[in-house]
Every structure is written in structure tokens, then in C-alpha cells.
């Protein structure tokens, strides 16, 4: 079945540090991949659809100069934390969908843990 | 998004059934009901989808009421391994991405 790749699984770095995360998909081709981010006892929060060859939309609240989404290709996008913070610490999650929308589910990666010192 | 109602948490026993629940009144006719669950420190895993009919898959069952605005997620001989958060999820045929609620934390008592 469809696969979503997220590397790394774990980043403990030091304040200050820009930190990037990357999101693939293995087996299937996708044109827009989802960045959320979950606090612990939290549900997940959507933060910014990455779009293919364009730029990413962001939902309400994020910051788009601190949260850098790049989609360079169709299997892959990345997010960059930039100038990360304690704050900022928390689980990163990317999804993509395999195919045409109408009902289809979405595949998600196993997260990325982020701890800022 | 068309919101859902699930409860905080249930509590099932190991190898008996589960029924979880979903309200989504304001559900729309073009509205699938998707479920997810997710495990501890994972991603999100896909349980099932439907939109009219009941459905059956080899993690579960989806139940939907005549009207669609209700629906109930059926494990139906739970382990160990089903303790997770299940999230009920409204997703229009045209949307793209997922917004989650809060969910229901499912215990599972040996």
C-alpha cells in the first residue's frame, strides 16, 4: 500500500538551530503533501499544504517565515524550522494523498519528534 | 469543515467489541466519513471510509445512520494493539486536506 517516509524520526539541537524535516512518498506519486504539528495530549493541527512546483498555503496563526515548506518534486517536500526554539519543540507530521481526492484516505508519516535545548 | 462530536474516551475489554461513536449533524451530501486512528508517538493510520452505505474492511466496520448524521466505528473483537486515539473526520469529495478534532481515546482493559 501507499507509503509516507519521514526522516528524521527523532532531532534534539540546540537553541537557535534551523532544523529540516523530510517528508517522501515511496510508492505513489503527490502533488500536495500536509504539514501538521501535535502538542503532547493534543490533537494534530494542520500548519501548511505543500504544493508541487509552487508555494505553500499556511494556515491561520503559522508562520511562513519560520516554517520554510519547499516541494521540489513529486515525491518529496520538506519543512525547515528556522531559528528553532524550545517552543517550537513538538511532533511534526506530514500526510499525502495517493491519488484523486473523492473520498480516497490520506497516508500519513510516522512523525518527526523535535526537542529544542 | 463540517464538525464531529466524538466522546473524550471509552473503555472496552480486551477480545469484546467496540463501538465508537460520531455525531455530525451538519454533515453534507457531499461529505465522506473517514476514520483514523492514531497510536502512541505515530502518524495517523487510515481505519475506513464510506459515505452512504455501511462498510466493512479487515480492521472494521462503519455504520451510518439513514439520515448521515451519525455514525459508529465497530472493532469488532478489540486487542491490545486497538488502544489509540480514533479520530471521526468529515472530508468533502472536492477537499483536499484533514482536519482533525479532538478524538477518542480508546482504553483497552486486559
Known amino acids: 500500500g501507499a507509503v509516507v517516509s519521514q526522516h528524521p524520526s527523532w532531532v534534539i539541537c540546540k537553541s537557535g538551530t534551523s532544523v529540516k524535516i523530510e517528508c517522501r512518498s515511496l510508492d505513489f506519486q503527490a502533488t500536495t503533501m500536509f504539514w501538521y504539528r501535535q502538542f503532547p495530549k493534543q490533537s494534530l493541527m494542520l500548519m501548511a499544504t505543500?504544493?508541487?512546483?509552487?508555494?505553500?498555503?499556511?494556515e491561520q496563526g503559522v508562520e511562513k517565515d519560520k516554517f520554510l515548506i519547499n516541494h521540489a518534486s513529486l515525491t518529496l517536500s520538506t519543512l525547515t524550522v528556522t531559528s528553532a526554539h524550545p517552543e517550537d519543540s513538538s511532533f511534526y507530521i506530514c500526510?499525502?494523498?495517493?491519488?484523486?481526492?473523492?473520498?480516497?484516505?490520506?497516508?500519513f508519516g510516522d512523525g518527526t519528534r523535535l526537542s529544542i535545548l | 469543515d463540517a464538525k464531529t462530536t466524538q466522546p473524550n474516551s471509552m473503555e472496552s475489554n480486551e477480545e469484546e467489541p467496540v463501538h465508537l461513536p460520531c455525531n455530525h449533524s451538519t454533515i453534507s451530501g457531499t461529505d465522506y466519513i473517514h476514520w483514523y486512528r492514531q497510536l502512541p508517538s505515530q502518524g495517523p493510520e487510515y481505519v475506513i471510509h464510506?459515505?452512504?452505505s455501511n462498510v466493512n474492511n479487515r480492521m472494521a466496520s462503519l455504520a451510518i445512520a439513514e439520515d448521515r448524521k451519525s455514525s459508529t466505528l465497530i472493532l469488532h473483537r478489540a486487542t491490545l494493539r486497538d488502544a489509540a486515539v480514533y479520530y471521526c473526520?468529515?472530508?468533502?469529495?472536492?477537499?483536499?486536506?484533514?482536519?482533525f478534532g479532538k478524538g477518542t481515546r480508546l482504553h483497552i482493559l486486559p
Open positions: 473526520i468529515l472530508r468533502d469529495v472536492g477537499d483536499d486536506k484533514i482536519i
Open positions: 464510506g459515505l452512504t
Open positions: 500526510s499525502a494523498n495517493p491519488g484523486t481526492v473523492n473520498g480516497q484516505p490520506q497516508h
Open positions: 505543500s504544493n508541487e512546483g509552487s508555494k505553500a498555503t499556511y
